[in-house]
């Protein structure tokens, strides 16, 4: 008998921890009312960043993405009491229904929304961030790390999202006008063969980086 992917993901999310209520309704409201749900973090790794936050010990978690606002909830799940997150979001037109998800959860009041371009909002942020999660304009991935590492101190963790971009980082040479991949491919080539960075790609969804800064 062999078995789909598909069944492989049911028995997945059968064994591990319940997707909370709030995260449900964000699933729910996001897959009826924005236009690429597929976005949207998820169950499965949902519980891995609310972990990953808890096993760093994180208190300051910043977030360059926000969409619908699934993922930065499901960080702040994992925050002590004084923790935040500062999450990103270039989409004004998506503040609204934002604002309405964090409303949700009690641990919404840790999150710092601020919409506008993080490239110009990073350099005007202070101190030094223990978590990054990177889940903007694929373009602007090695941009995006640039601005962010002197906000990062020895031991953080820099987590990255569609790294394999549907399989597209096998294409040895992807045309010049494919910027998406090509900006992908040169950000995974630069991370593994830093050695500022230990590095590990997880072939989680479309493929989720995590870089800890030596």
Not at 82 to 97: A, H, S
Not at 133 to 148: G, H, N, P, T
Not at 152 to 160: E, K
């Amino acid at each position: 008998m062999t078995y789909s992917s598909d069944d492989i993901d049911r028995y997945i999310l059968s064994h591990i921890d319940a997707e909370p209520d709030v995260l449900k309704t964000v699933f729910r409201e996001t897959a009826l009312y924005t236009t690429n749900p597929r976005m949207m973090s998820g169950h499965l790794q949902g519980r891995l960043l609310k972990m990953l936050v808890e096993l760093t010990g994180a208190r300051r978690v910043i977030e360059l993405g926000t969409f619908s606002g699934y993922s930065a909830l499901a960080m702040a799940e994992g925050l002590p009491e004084d923790g935040t997150v500062t999450t990103i979001e270039i989409n004004d037109e998506m503040e609204d229904f934002i604002r309405k998800q964090l409303a949700t959860a009690s641990y919404g009041r840790k999150i710092n929304l601020m919409i506008g371009n993080a490239l110009e909002i990073l350099p005007t942020l202070s101190g030094q961030y223990d978590l990054a999660f990177i889940d903007a304009d694929k373009r602007l991935y090695r941009q995006y790390f640039e601005l962010l590492l002197p906000r990062m101190h020895s031991g953080s963790l820099v987590l990255a999202d569609n790294t394999l971009w549907d399989g597209k980082v096998l294409i040895p040479n992807p045309p010049a006008s494919d910027r998406q991949t090509v900006s992908i491919k040169d950000f995974n080539d630069f991370v593994a063969n830093d050695s500022r960075f230990e590095t590990v790609i997880l072939p989680l969804r479309d493929g989720l980086t995590l870089i800890r800064v030596i």
